[in-house]
Antibody, heavy 115, light 110 residues
Framework: QVHLPQWGAGLLKPSETLSLTCAVY????????WTWIRQPPGKGLEWIGE???????KYNPSLKSRVTISVHASKNQFSLKLTSVTAADTAVYYC?????????WGQGTLVTVSS | QTVVTQEPSLSVSPGGTVTLTCGLT?????????PSWYQQTPGQAPRTLIY???TRSSGVPDRFSGSILGNKAALTITGAQADDESDYYC??????????FGGGTKLTVL
């Protein structure tokens, strides 16, 4: 069973860059899509984007200009960067392993954007 | 803008059957969209129930089933229990290679 601990800064000021990292324990790093999903307080889920082990990415068009997902295969880790954050980016951010809709979820990190 | 639609709220009696649906404003949902379903209780990460239309995730009771009904994906709960009271989300895979979540259904068991 895969385990996905994640970490990163939980409080940001507007215009700063959100940075989160997720480690992968258990199972192969290749052959899966490594994904970030977010959920604003009291709202629904939003797919941010994905990367595979070789670094091929897809992003949500609404966030594409600000998002970078990268992989560090040698460390079995992948990361999310979201630039120029605003209060609208306040959310719980989940890292996940995604296999055709079968999702193994990380525990989530609350990121709050506030001046 | 692709919009994935779900009922905002539904209710079911204990022991009853309820069907949640997942649709598209601009097309019919088919298995090609790999519809998948997740359950979330307050303060918890979501849990995968069904993926690729009708494959039950490990450990999910067989009272949860997925299908295509008409032009939508469907999640049916048969013999609802009190702890099925949760938020349920579907997700669809789009031609562009991205995934889009529905807005979620709040299910009440009463």
């Amino acid at each position: 069973q895969v385990h996905l601990p994640q970490w990163g800064a939980g409080l940001l000021k507007p215009s700063e860059t959100l940075s989160l990292t997720c480690a992968v324990y258990g199972g192969s790093f290749s052959g899966h899509y490594w994904t970030w999903i977010r959920q604003p307080p009291g709202k629904g889920l939003e797919w941010i984007g994905e990367i595979n082990h070789s670094g091929s990415t897809k992003y949500n068009p609404s966030l594409k200009s600000r998002v970078t997902i990268s992989v560090h295969a040698s460390k079995n880790q992948f990361s999310l960067k979201l630039t120029s954050v605003t209060a609208a980016d306040t959310a719980v951010y989940y890292c996940a392993r995604w296999d055709s809709g079968s999702i193994s979820w990380g525990q989530g990190t609350l990121v709050t954007v506030s001046s | 803008q692709t919009v994935v639609t779900q009922e905002p709220s539904l209710s079911v009696s204990p022991g009853g059957t309820v069907t949640l649906t997942c649709g598209l404003t601009s097309a019919s949902v088919s298995t090609s969209y790999y519809p998948s379903w997740y359950q979330q209780t307050p303060g918890q990460a979501p849990r995968t129930l069904i993926y690729s239309t009708n494959t039950r995730s490990s450990g999910v009771p067989d009272r949860f089933s997925g299908s295509i009904l008409g032009n939508k994906a469907a999640l049916t709960i048969t013999g609802a229990q009190a702890d099925d009271e949760s938020d349920y989300y579907c997700v669809l895979y789009m031609d562009s290679g991205i995934w889009v979540f529905g807005g979620g259904t709040k299910l009440t068991v009463l």
